[in-house]
């Protein structure tokens, strides 16, 4: 197959081919794994780190902003080199040898960077959410009689989380195009899958080619779904904006 | 600590390596290649936006099209796109070049979505009085709408600088020696010292990244687009658009009742 007067001959074998195919089904998984693990710590991570924020105890509220202002201030690619090359050697000494003859150890690190990286994004987009609640809504949990924590679990959160939707959204799926970062520090995901192909075979086209397609279908299929939940929660959305009029 | 000072004292090598004898390396790379590439991805960036909102369907769809298939690749897979592609079609590129192009097409879509969010931010009735003076389509735009959008869109265009010039962090895969690389080189070298390379790595990037999102901080405070503390989550929901989808996809979604 020629066109277009490359020096390439596309080959749509290789792709299908064992060990390859292999090798692109356990990086297909293991980016869903990462991508949908660090969606879940980061969120639980940055929701606390929000509510660290808002609180009114320094105490609480100006490590959150430390937190915040590193992690934004860093590319995310340095705190996955650093869960990977640095933190280890942090650690005392016995935990040291076991993670470095861990073998799976470069997955782990990779869930830990993403979650750092995107926990504080996350944290700055429910804090605007938080920060956007009524004063209203709050005195009225406080009126029925809720403590602070009830406050945030039954009142403060469920509306945050609402208005937020879109923007934690795209976050996310920020968060699954960065997955393919894990390959700097070798977790065998699906980019560094199609490396390893191009490095053993020198065609690295094809692979790149259907990775890709993967990596904007599967952006487009969450970017659908989180219109939907939208869609489906938006009755709330409007009630919330004409009673804040 | 004294390594880190030792490595704190050796900072004119994290930022620009060997300079007037050598290559340029370091912290000076990542931001030559991020004013670069947001330079070029401005020029495509306008194009692009512009042409999203254009009034011909096939301009429009094949504007978006573009746009919604970049903002949905990862860069890394971008930046291996060029790498791979670019040899293919005969055009062997020194490697920066290659990460300069390979970031600009990243920057040209995402700039292109905050152009046309600028633009349609102008109120209507501008495009409208100027073209009831007897402006052409272009003259309206060139004259009246592009200068109040640019206004609008100055906080967005820093704040993307920032996430851009984080970015440029990524091109060291492909064996740009940027301050990454520097760091990684560093600590390879010295296995001893690597927590103070890391450390000297994170400031680099930090004092850029904060000078950038305090500037983009202040800009907003002075242009009063959008206060930073009295952010309204239900400009949030304008994010929609920002979603890579197709304008036509969205439209069955949203309008479906």
Redesign the interface.
Known sequence: MKFLNLRYEFDWGIPFREPFLGWLITGVKLTLLIAAVTAVTSLLLGTLIAIMRVSRFKLLNIPAKIYVETVRNIPGLFWLLFFYFVFPQLLPFGLTDVLNQYSHYSIIAGILGLTVDNSAYVSDIVRTGIIGIPRGHIEAAVSTGLNRIQQVRYVILPEAFRTILPPLGTRMIHNFKNSSLCMAIATPELTWATQQVESITFRGLEVTFLATIFYIGLSMIMAMMIIRLERRWKIEITSITSMRE | MEFLLEQLANWQFYLIGAYPKGALTGLVLNIVLAVLSIVIGLFFGIIFGLGRISCRRYIRHSCGLCV??VR??????II??FY??LP???ARLPLFWCAVISLSVYAAAYQAEIVRAGVLAVPMGQMEASLSTGMTRLQALISVILPQAFKLMLPSFVSFFNSLF??T??V??IGIVDL?RTG?II?QLKPNR??AA?IC??IG??VV??AL?LAARILEKKLGILDY?S????I??E??V????PKT??RF??SRK
Request: glycine residues 2%; contains cysteine; aromatic residues 22%.
């Open positions: 919604d298939v949905s690749t990862p860069l890394l897979m291996f796109w791979f592609f293919v079609v005969g984080k970015s962090s990524t060291y895969i990454t990684i600590s690597i927590f890391y790595m994170a990037f930090w990244c904060y999102s503390e952010y309204k989550p239900e949030c929901r994010d929609l920002l979603l890579p989808l996809v969205k979604l949203v």
